[in-house]
């Protein structure tokens, strides 16, 4: 029968097996200095700044680069974005951002907090936008817990009691912007008083509507409003064409009468003083006066009566003067009566 006698490996050996002290101290004294070489030195990003506590307690607030700090934890850094505009979106959502508290993920919150009602009762889904930066890195690390959260909160708050003063008309249409200024007011006065570190750059209402439920009605509202005020503007555009024209032509008519007035009087003074200039020349001189009328009323008359020709008693012959009555270029045609001829004594 055969025995089988174990074989001895070189490695199995108990005593090359035993672990060396020394060595593992030097290697967790190794491993402990490059941990605190590495976790000594921290980079603050350019849109950033850097919140410093040593055991818990605030230390300094560092700008951005690279700087030192102390390692295992003794100094804990936390980097705020203050170059940077954040923006929290309610009612919607825009997906991709890297701000964790822009948009409320979930979809019945955000269905519940644009749901909101008007001060004359009616409902309406509001959504806005509230954009703000962080203007105080300390305040905003330590006055809150979630100062971003606390932030939503507050614009909600504010929203709905600047909704809540206003009726359905205003909400929808000509109080969007003293909305939004109301808004950016109150919200921005809330974040001061209780030292929050930010500063409300700008809110902004987006798409403001009435309920699904309601919506086809309100719209068929809106476009008889809308109806009624076209009308009311093409009736006084005409309004305004036609009572200026009018009044245009009743001071034409005015000015036209005043001025036929006038002419009239000047004329009945100017007639009357000649008159009186005549009589008085004519007390003068009566005879003499008497012969210049007649004159002047003769030359005056006929020129305008046809057929009378006016000449000197001395003239010898009365043919020679007919050739001047002619028209030049006209054919002589006879005289319908017998020329009155008179001298001119």
């Not at 055991?55 to 936390?78: A, C, S």
């Not at 109080?175 to 929050?196: H, N, P, W």
Request: aromatic share 8%.
């Amino acid at each position: 029968m055969a025995v089988i006698r174990p074989t001895t490996l070189p490695f199995a050996d108990p005593s090359k097996m035993r672990l060396n002290p020394a060595r593992i101290l030097g290697g967790i004294i190794a491993l402990l200095l490059a941990i605190g070489i590495f976790s000594s030195f921290y980079q603050v990003p350019a849109s950033s700044v850097a919140i410093v506590q040593r055991f818990g307690k605030f230390l300094t607030t560092m700008e951005p680069g690279l700087h030192f700090k102390m390692p295992f934890g003794i100094d804990v850094v936390t980097p705020v974005e203050v170059r940077r505009q954040l923006k929290l979106e309610f009612g919607y959502g825009t997906r991709g951002g890297t701000n964790d508290f822009q948009y409320n993920e979930d979809f019945e919150d955000m269905e519940l907090e644009k749901n909101m009602v008007t001060g004359d009762l009616n409902a309406a889904v509001v959504e806005w936008v509230v954009q703000f930066h962080i203007a105080d890195a300390r305040s905003f690390v330590f006055n809150f817990l979630e100062p971003q959260a606390t932030l939503r909160d507050l614009s909600e708050a504010v929203m709905r009691e600047v909704v809540g003063d206003r009726s359905i008309d205003e909400v929808l249409t000509v109080g969007r912007q003293e909305m939004e200024v109301k808004a950016l007011e109150r919200l921005q006065g809330i974040a001061s008083t209780l030292d929050m570190g930010v500063q409300i750059d700008q809110v902004q209402l987006g798409n403001v509507n009435p309920p699904a439920e309601v919506k086809d009605s309100f719209d068929e509202v809106n476009r008889a409003q809308q109806q009624r005020e076209s009308a009311i503007n093409q009736a006084n555009g005409e309004y305004n064409r036609v009572i200026p024209e009018a009044h245009g032509k009743a001071e034409q008519s005015l000015s036209e009468a005043e001025g036929y007035a006038t002419q009239r009087v000047n004329k009945a003074e100017g007639d009357a003083t000649r008159f009186l200039a005549l009589l008085a020349e004519y007390k003068k001189a009566p005879e003499v006066t008497k012969k210049r009328i007649y004159l002047e009323t003769l030359s005056e008359v006929l020129p305008n009566v046809p057929g009378i020709t006016i000449m000197d008693d001395k003239v010898p012959q009365f043919l020679p003067m007919m050739n001047l009555q002619s028209n030049k270029g006209a054919k002589p045609q006879a005289p319908a009566t017998q020329p009155q001829i008179r001298s001119a004594r």
